[in-house]
């Protein structure tokens, strides 16, 4: 009896010794959090870190994760932050009718079921075409630069 | 902002994929996603989340310019038509005399990549112009 209340004791010291060693995942998640920008979400569980959320570039994911490995009792971190597209101010450039209709003649003259027209910058498409040369003409004609591609193609 | 939800599951896409200067613009009803994918799976990839979304690109609401990003140390390319002969003009558009062919399959020189649409090539016979640069993969 005597032996098993000292394995008993033992082992719970031993549980208390190494609670207070590593810190708990809510005290964790509340220390990595505060040293986070705003933007990022923190996640612990048994000391493992998870980052979610939009960051505006790169470096500020990396520092992100640099904050996160920091902090004590912190084991690892999965980094899934995504980087936030550039809504870009800048006014979208669009081609001109003349250089637009000349490039749209090259990109559809191995597609003949197809007629194109341009008009302020709107390519429209009329006539036929298969489902596989559709993706590549689309293609073909986005990087023109064009205002809007009008696309009345029926699909074979 | 409509276009921007529409085509949000896209622009997840291109953000996941990496894609490089990568720019999101809405202007008169239309939304412009450009950028630069590192090679054609992911460019592919892209067309494909925009194909679930309109089927068929029927929409007239978006347009995404997403161009294959070329190693500049890359100086062959591969003939990637379907099955015919290349056409090789002497200038830039298909408005220019052909001044040669480049075998389907066949792998030839990249003299120039300066405009986006043609490349000026070297065929293994020495015959030199311009190729439709959809029709030409680069060699790493």
């Not at chain 1, 709107?122 to 073909?140: A, D, F, H, N, P």
Request: charged share 25%.
């Amino acid at each position: 009896m005597k032996t098993t209340k000292l394995f008993m004791s033992a082992a719970v010291a031993a549980t208390l010794f190494f609670a207070a060693c590593s810190p708990k995942d809510g005290d964790i998640q509340t220390a990595v959090k505060a040293k986070e920008a705003a933007e990022v979400s923190v996640a612990v569980t048994k000391g493992e870190v998870t980052l979610t959320g939009e960051v505006a570039d790169e470096a500020e994911k990396a520092k992100a994760e640099t904050i996160a490995k920091a902090e004590k009792g912190v084991k690892s971190v999965v980094n899934n932050l995504t980087i936030k597209p550039v809504l870009s101010s800048a006014p979208v450039v669009i081609a001109d009718d003349s250089t637009l209709i000349k490039n749209v003649a090259d990109a559809a003259k191995d597609f003949p079921t197809v007629q194109t027209s341009v008009k302020d910058g709107v390519v429209t498409l009329k006539g036929e075409i298969s489902k596989s040369s559709l993706v590549k003409l689309m293609q073909q004609l986005s990087v023109l630069k064009p205002k809007k591609i009008d696309n009345q193609l029926t699909v074979k | 902002m409509a276009l921007q939800d529409k085509y949000k599951a896209l622009t997840d896409a291109a953000t996941a994929a990496g894609i490089s200067d990568l720019a999101v613009r809405e202007q008169d009803g239309v939304l412009y996603i450009d950028g630069t994918a590192a090679d054609g799976a992911t460019k592919d990839h892209l067309w494909d989340v925009y194909n679930q979304i309109d089927p068929n690109f029927a929409g007239g609401d978006l347009v995404l310019n997403v161009n294959v990003a070329v190693d500049a140390a890359v100086t062959q390319a591969k003939v990637i038509t379907e099955s015919s002969n290349l056409n090789i003009r002497k200038g830039p558009g298909t408005d220019q005399p052909i001044v040669g062919k480049a075998a389907h399959g066949e792998v030839i020189t990249l003299v120039n990549r300066s405009n986006d649409l043609w490349w000026l090539v070297r065929t293994n016979d020495g015959e030199e112009g311009y190729c439709y640069a959809k029709y030409l993969e680069p060699q790493a």
